[in-house]
């Protein structure tokens, strides 16, 4: 079972609770232990959006969430993410995310964020967090990320 391990998560932990975070995007949220995790940190009135693109992953996920009684703030967007972002905004009545998490195909890390960058989602202030960029790699993340 691919999850995000106990030192990333407590760094993942802390960044959460030092942001005054109101919504929380996730790309690839697997069987929904990220969500489950970091959603629980989250007061009540904030809000943790899940993308992720295989269907069938993301009804495990969804089902993780309704037993743990988070659906109320955390929501599953199931699909590709340069397609089901499109709508993102309007269709959740987002303004700004603050805090993101990519953990998902790593050849897409840099495409997605230049996605969340020209739609104008992140604000002054906002964290953008990507998993496994050293190892096993994601080397046109860390270059864009470099170079910008």
């Known amino acids: 079972l691919m999850h995000i391990s106990d030192k990333k998560g407590e760094y993942m932990d802390d960044l959460i609770r030092k942001h005054n975070t109101n919504v929380m995007v ?3 949220g697997y069987l929904g232990y990220s969500a489950l995790r970091f959603s629980n940190l989250l007061p009540a009135n904030e809000h943790y959006y899940s993308f992720e693109m295989n269907p069938e992953f993301a009804s495990v996920a969804q089902k993780v969430i309704d037993h743990a009684g988070l659906s109320f703030k955390v929501t599953i967007i199931v699909g590709e993410f340069k397609v089901s972002s499109n709508e993102f905004l309007s269709t959740y009545g987002v303004k700004k995310v603050v805090l993101v998490f990519i953990d998902h195909w790593m050849e897409a890390y840099a495409q997605d964020l230049k996605i969340i960058e020209e739609a104008q989602w992140l604000r002054s202030g906002s964290t953008v967090v990507a998993d496994n ?8 993340y860390k ?5 910008s």
Do not use: H, K, Q, T
């Not at 960029?133 to 046109?140: D, H, K, R, V, Y």
């Not at 270059?143 to 170079?147: L, S």
């Open 26 to 28: 996730e790309l690839g």
């Open 133 to 140: 960029i050293i190892l096993p790699g994601a080397p046109e």
């Open 143 to 147: 270059a864009y990320i470099e170079n």
